[in-house]
């Protein structure tokens, strides 16, 4: 029922959906192959898809920075005042919850079409997610270790290097390798809207018509992602 | 095996110092060497120096950054601020925001339903290793690319708008939602199935009677998380490839417009109806558990 009245409102027919997928793909092994005016551009695809990939992992990894230091001041554990904790987790929510669509157009009327405008808008989304993750991750794993610390006379440092960073480190780097993989993707979105990085070389493919090359340019996000996803389990098998 | 049982009243002599390590100076190690330990040092170092290397190679135009941040600020502040519908109703915005809900509805329930049959057949406990490593490379491979390119993509066959939306935004929970049911399946324990197959049940009597009872909690849990994840996809899709709802608002107000009001409130709109999701989702989790 639910689908039904979901169909009706957004005038989705599921025959229609169904009859165009023979046809997608029909369409997809017909005109998605790299050609060889594709091959030309792949070097100038590479450039952009190492540019997307430089840019994720910077973005990823200071906002990681950032989310840990910000986490502490939201977890529980640290025994900070209350309030500032709730205040934290609003903050984490906002910046969460607000689609980094938002931020790219936001941040497309000042910085124009630059690489920092999806900088920033990855930037405050990948923030909050951490935010909240690292939260949850720091109160699982270290209490009792801070309980052993405090007791045997650790400051507020002592507690935060010796005890906190160590024993969620693992998961914070399995978060951050997960956030990097994802920003890949959503790099490609915020390329399309703002005209930047890889999704923009995609979105002018795509416009002129020239699917073959923009075909190279999905076969080339593919093996990146990929390539992140196999080097990232590698790394969690050794540190978890 | 042989184990050295130990008589009471022996002493054990324990000799700290062999089993101590102690540094070049004399100080007691305190810490274990391990390959995990260098492994997190090594890629620590690997990713600040990839950071450095990114923002020394990044091509930044010239931009004028003081002057940008500050232009950025004061955008902010009218968007967030000063939130004003001046181009749509409330009304009308409320009802694009019902198209993106549904957009959402349908892809989950379409990507569940496909995903569900497929995990059967990708979890190791009920299905042969071939077939398992070939279903999840594919699966990888569906996932990988991202979810905008999808709809794109179909939107060449199907044209612009809620079928290619649907569809694109369909192939990314199915494949995700997969992934999550065969997790679930491989966690069952091994002695239902076991069971049921020695009292000579059917490949559909397991697959109904044992796997879907003993999963149908975490199923939900994931199939409503999914849900949330593909709202807030519906609201970009909507803004990056025109599938309609209330990111194209978005879209339209941002990019054409240039109405700061109008996407301050947008934005408010979208949300506020985030956070609700979110909240009846921890409901859900808490309620299943």
Same mark, same amino acid.
């Given at each position: 029922?639910?689908?039904?009245?979901?169909?009706?409102?957004?005038?989705?027919?599921?025959?229609?959906?169904?009859?165009?997928?023979?046809?997608?793909?029909?369409?997809?092994?017909?005109?998605?192959?790299?050609?060889?005016?594709?091959?030309?551009?792949?070097?100038?695809?590479?450039?952009?898809?190492?540019?997307?990939?430089?840019?994720?992992?910077?973005?990823?990894?200071?906002?990681?920075?950032?989310?840990?230091?910000?986490?502490?001041?939201?977890?529980?554990?640290?025994?900070?005042?209350?309030?500032?904790?709730?205040?934290?987790?609003?903050?984490?929510?906002?910046?969460?919850?607000?689609?980094?669509?938002?931020?790219?157009?936001?941040?497309?009327?000042?910085?124009?079409?630059?690489?920092?405008?999806?900088?920033?808008?990855?930037?405050?989304?990948?923030?909050?997610?951490?935010?909240?993750?690292?939260?949850?991750?720091?109160?699982?794993?270290?209490?009792?270790?801070?309980?052993?610390?405090?007791?045997?006379?650790?400051?507020?440092?002592?507690?935060?290097?010796?005890?906190?960073?160590?024993?969620?480190?693992?998961?914070?780097?399995?978060?951050?390798?997960?956030?990097?993989?994802?920003?890949?993707?959503?790099?490609?979105?915020?390329?399309?809207?703002?005209?930047?990085?890889?999704?923009?070389?995609?979105?002018?493919?795509?416009?002129?018509?020239?699917?073959?090359?923009?075909?190279?340019?999905?076969?080339?996000?593919?093996?990146?992602?990929?390539?992140?996803?196999?080097?990232?389990?590698?790394?969690?098998?050794?540190?978890? | 095996?042989?184990?050295?049982?130990?008589?009471?009243?022996?002493?054990?002599? #324990?000799?700290?110092?062999?089993?101590?390590?102690?540094?070049?100076?004399?100080?007691?190690?305190?810490?274990?060497?391990?390959?995990?330990?260098?492994?997190?040092?090594?890629?620590?170092?690997?990713?600040?120096?990839?950071?450095?290397?990114?923002?020394?190679?990044?091509?930044?135009?010239?931009?004028?950054?003081?002057?940008?941040?500050?232009?950025?600020?004061?955008?902010?502040?009218?968007?967030?601020?000063?939130?004003?519908?001046?181009?749509?109703?409330?009304?009308?915005?409320?009802?694009?925001?019902?198209?993106?809900?549904?957009?959402?509805?349908?892809?989950?329930?379409?990507?569940?339903?496909?995903?569900?049959?497929?995990?059967? #057949?990708?979890?190791?406990?009920?299905?042969?290793?071939?077939?398992?490593?070939?279903?999840?490379?594919?699966?990888?491979?569906?996932?990988?690319?991202?979810?905008?390119?999808?709809?794109?993509?179909?939107?060449?066959?199907?044209?612009?708008?809620?079928?290619?939306?649907?569809?694109?935004?369909?192939?990314?929970?199915?494949?995700?939602?997969?992934?999550?049911?065969?997790?679930?399946?491989?966690?069952?324990?091994?002695?239902?199935?076991?069971?049921?197959?020695?009292?000579?049940?059917?490949?559909?009597?397991?697959?109904?009677?044992?796997?879907?009872?003993?999963?149908?909690?975490?199923?939900?849990?994931?199939?409503?998380?999914?849900?949330?994840?593909?709202?807030?996809?519906?609201?970009?899709?909507?803004?990056?490839?025109?599938?309609?709802?209330?990111?194209?608002?978005?879209?339209?107000?941002?990019?054409?417009?240039?109405?700061?009001?109008?996407?301050?409130?947008?934005?408010?709109?979208?949300?506020?109806?985030?956070?609700?999701?979110?909240?009846?989702?921890?409901?859900?989790?808490?309620?299943?558990?």
């Amino acid at each position: 029922m639910i689908f039904c009245g979901a169909s009706l409102v957004t005038q989705f027919h599921l025959a229609e959906g169904i009859q165009s997928f023979p046809a997608a793909l029909h369409w997809i092994f017909s005109n998605l192959i790299p050609d060889e005016t594709a091959m030309e551009r792949l070097p100038k695809i590479l450039d952009k898809l190492v540019e997307t990939a430089l840019l994720s992992v910077a973005v990823t990894v200071l906002a990681g920075i950032c989310a840990f230091f910000f986490s502490l001041l939201g977890s529980g554990i640290t025994k900070i005042h209350w309030s500032i904790n709730r205040l934290v987790r609003i903050v984490a929510a906002f910046f969460r919850n607000v689609p980094d669509v938002v931020w790219a157009m936001l941040l497309m009327f000042s910085f124009g079409q630059n690489i920092l405008t999806g900088f920033f808008a990855l930037f405050f989304t990948t923030f909050g997610l951490l935010t909240r993750a690292f939260i949850e991750t720091i109160d699982e794993v270290s209490s009792n270790c801070v309980e052993a610390l405090e007791a045997t006379g650790g400051r507020f440092i002592h507690v935060v290097f010796q005890g906190i960073l160590p024993s969620s480190l693992p998961s914070v780097i399995t978060w951050v390798l997960y956030m990097i993989e994802t920003n890949i993707r959503s790099s490609t979105l915020i390329g399309i809207l703002t005209a930047t990085g890889i999704g923009y070389l995609f979105d002018l493919y795509y416009k002129r018509l020239d699917f073959s090359s923009a075909s190279l340019v999905v076969l080339s996000i593919v093996v990146l992602v990929l390539v992140i996803e196999g080097v990232s389990n590698k790394i969690r098998k050794v540190i978890l | 095996m042989s184990e050295k049982v130990l008589q009471p009243g022996t002493t054990i002599s #324990l000799d700290l110092e062999k089993i101590m390590e102690r540094t070049g100076k004399g100080k007691i190690k305190i810490k274990a060497k391990n390959k995990s330990r260098y492994a997190l040092q090594a890629l620590m170092v690997t990713l600040l120096g990839l950071t450095v290397v990114a923002f020394a190679t990044f091509d930044y135009q010239n931009i004028d950054f003081a002057e940008a941040v500050q232009a950025t600020l004061q955008n902010i502040q009218t968007v967030f601020l000063e939130p004003e519908l001046t181009r749509d109703t409330l009304t009308s915005v409320l009802y694009q925001l019902l198209v993106t809900f549904c957009l959402g509805i349908l892809s989950t329930i379409i990507g569940a339903f496909f995903a569900f049959f497929c995990s059967l #057949l990708c979890a190791r406990n009920i299905a042969s290793s071939r077939m398992v490593n070939g279903i999840k490379s594919f699966i990888a491979v569906v996932r990988a690319v991202p979810t905008v390119l999808w709809v794109l993509i179909f939107a060449v066959s199907a044209g612009l708008g809620s079928v290619a939306a649907v569809v694109g935004l369909t192939f990314h929970s199915f494949a995700y939602l997969t992934k999550a049911y065969a997790e679930s399946i491989e966690e069952i324990e091994p002695g239902i199935i076991e069971a049921l197959k020695a009292n000579g049940a059917s490949y559909w009597q397991i697959v109904f009677q044992a796997i879907v009872p003993s999963t149908i909690t975490s199923m939900v849990a994931w199939t409503f998380m999914r849900f949330e994840i593909n709202f807030t996809n519906a609201v970009a899709m909507g803004a990056a490839a025109g599938a309609g709802g209330i990111g194209f608002n978005l879209f339209m107000a941002g990019s054409f417009y240039f109405d700061l009001q109008e996407m301050g409130m947008l934005t408010y709109i979208v949300v506020i109806a985030v956070v609700l999701l979110e909240m009846v989702s921890t409901r859900i989790k808490a309620y299943v558990k």
